[in-house]
């Protein structure tokens, strides 16, 4: 797979690239940046020894050596690029959130598909051997009663924020806030273990433009009840649980990490422990996964994959709108 990277911010420089150093089946061929940020492009190419650099889209769609191309803007161009590579018949991995509505990602899903295209959001937990074993266990624990996951991080934004400066993070055109990004996770965690929820609200702290700063999504399940919290204006230790009448799972991380786990079953007397991932970097299990399902074809994979995607995006904006929350 020969990879074009879009954009030169945190996800690109801390995420992206050294993951992709550990996974020789991927090689980032290009990286694309605007001409304002074209030195931090050349600056991560040297770095990196990635051959190309671009600061214009069409032509970098234009170049038949490029296959993929990632998606690493702010959240609300998602929509606008991943479409633009897809008509041009490159296939596409979009940074989470996938998009601002769930219409989009949608259309995106029908586009990929129509064209026999390979589309994938980056969600890395849905590829870690942690959360396939949560999966696997889950039975164990008898009919589920309770899910909570928190995932509250102060962020470096936040400073500027309370000063009246509101960058992307924070900035309802660009689909900010913390449902949108840190809260992403814990959605795709609980979705992609049990489905679309029943019903949804989401209780937010509004900033002074409107966006979430920090908010609690309340689900509900036949039988039981899902919280999400998410938070950039606070921080706390992150953690999942899974109660079940049988007994419980337990995530003491961060949901986008999800580094290790334990369960317990009622009456047994004991805990067992699980840390089954493989790299200390949580993005290359990831793009392992990616290069592997093209490789291989496997086309309802990437499919069952979008399906989830679909069903967060569905989940994410009717809390976010219940909540008065507006893109604009």
Known sequence: MKLA????????????????????????????????????????ARAYEIPKVYTDYDKLLADPEIDFVYVGLINSVHYEYTKKALLAGKHVIVEKPFASEAGEVRELKELAVSKGLYV???????????????????PKL?????????????????DKYLQGEVLPAFDPKCSGGALYDINIYNLNFIIGLFGKPEAVTYTANLGFNGIDTSGMVNMKYPGFFALAVGAKDTESPGYITIQGEKGYIKVTDKPNEIRSFEMSLRGSGVTSCYELNKYSHRMVHEFQAFAKIFADGDYETMKRGLEVSVAVMETAETARKQAGIVFS
């Not at 150093?21 to 940020?37: C, M, T, Y």
């Not at 959001?121 to 849905?126: G, Q, Y």
């Not at 008898?142 to 936040?158: D, L, P, T």
């Open 120 to 138: 994938f959001e980056a969600v890395t937990i849905h590829y870690l051997p942690n959360y396939a074993a949560i999966r696997e266990n889950l």
């Open 142 to 158: 008898g009919k589920i009663k309770a899910v909570v996951a928190n995932y509250s991080q102060y962020s470096s934004r936040y």
């Open 5 to 44: 990277i879009l954009g030169t911010g945190f996800i690109v420089k801390e995420g992206i690239l050294p993951a992709l150093k550990e996974v020789p089946e991927i090689k980032a061929d290009a990286i694309f940046a605007r001409p304002a940020s074209k030195g931090r492009a050349e600056a991560l």
